[in-house]
C-alpha cells in the first residue's frame, strides 16, 4: 500500500513568512509524529498526535511552531514568522493503532529552505 | 536526558567487508532501539527494531545486538555492497518518541 506522503517536496520562503507543511499518514494508521533534521544532525522530535489531539507536544522549539491533526488523519505543521534557523528538513512518520512503540514509518520529507 | 553517540561518524570501505557501527545511549529504559538507513535526500528506512526484552535481530546481511544495561546497540553489516552505502541512524524509543543518533555515513567502494 501506499506509505507516508509529505508535501511539498521543497519549500523556499523569506524570512517573516508562514508556511505550512503537510503529512499524509499511511491509512489506518493513528499515531503520527513530526520531526525535523538539520542538515549533519539525526532527527529531532517536535510532536506526536494520538488521533486528533496532541499528546506530545514537548518538542515543538517556541510558539511560532504549531501542529493540527483535526480528523486524525492528514496532519499540517504551521511555522509563523519564519526565521534562517528553521531551515532544515520536516519528517512526518506514522504508525499503526495498538502500541506507541511500535516501528514508526517516515515520509520522504520536506525540505524548508528560509532566505 | 536520553542522549544517543553513533561511531564513527563516517567510513568508507571497499566492497566485501564485514562492518560494526556502534550506537550508545545514557538511559537505559528504553521500549526498543532501531536501525534506519537514509538515502541522501530521501527519508527514513527502517531496517531492524530490537525490543527491549531481546538481545538481537537478524535481517538479511544485517544483524543488529543489544544490550540494554550497558547502554549499547551495534549493526553488523556482512559482505557490504556498492549499494550499502547510505547514513545509517540509530534511535532509541523513549515513551512516545524516537531519540537519534548523528548518524554514521557509509561508503562502500567497488
Known amino acids: 500500500g501506499a506509505g507516508v506522503s509529505q508535501t511539498p517536496s521543497n519549500k523556499v520562503t523569506e524570512k517573516g513568512k508562514y508556511v505550512e507543511l503537510r503529512c499524509d499518514p499511511i491509512s489506518g494508521h493513528t499515531a503520527l509524529y513530526w520531526y525535523r533534521q538539520s542538515l549533519g544532525q539525526g532527527p529531532e522530535f517536535l510532536i506526536y498526535f494520538q488521533g486528533t489531539g496532541a499528546a506530545d507536544d514537548s518538542g515543538l522549539p517556541n510558539d511560532r511552531f504549531f501542529a493540527v491533526r483535526p480528523e486524525g488523519s492528514v496532519s499540517t505543521l504551521k511555522i509563523q514568522r519564519t526565521e534562517r534557523g528553521d531551515s532544515a528538513v520536516y519528517l512526518c512518520?506514522?504508525?499503526?493503532?495498538?502500541?506507541?512503540?511500535?516501528?514508526?514509518?517516515f515520509g520522504p520529507g520536506t525540505r524548508l529552505t528560509v532566505l | 536526558k536520553q542522549e544517543v553517540t553513533q561511531i564513527p561518524a563516517a567510513l568508507s570501505v571497499p566492497e566485501g567487508e564485514n562492518l560494526v557501527l556502534n550506537c550508545s545511549f545514557t538511559?537505559?529504559?528504553?521500549?526498543?532501539l532501531q536501525w534506519f538507513r537514509q538515502d541522501p535526500g530521501k527519508g527514513l528506512t527502517s531496517l531492524l527494531l530490537i525490543q527491549s526484552s531481546q538481545r538481537e535481530q537478524t535481517s538479511g546481511r544485517l544483524n543488529a545486538s543489544l544490550d540494554k544495561s550497558s547502554g549499547r546497540s551495534t549493526l553488523y553489516i556482512a559482505a557490504s555492497q556498492p549499494g550499502d552505502s547510505a547514513t545509517y541512524l540509530c534511535?532509541?524509543?523513549?515513551?512516545?518518541?524516537?531519540?537519534f543518533g548523528t548518524g554514521t555515513r557509509l561508503q562502500v567502494f567497488p
Open positions: 512518520a506514522s504508525s499503526p493503532p495498538g502500541s506507541s512503540t511500535d516501528t514508526q514509518y
Open positions: 538511559d537505559s529504559a528504553i521500549y526498543n
Open positions: 534511535a532509541v524509543h523513549n515513551t512516545d518518541k524516537l531519540i
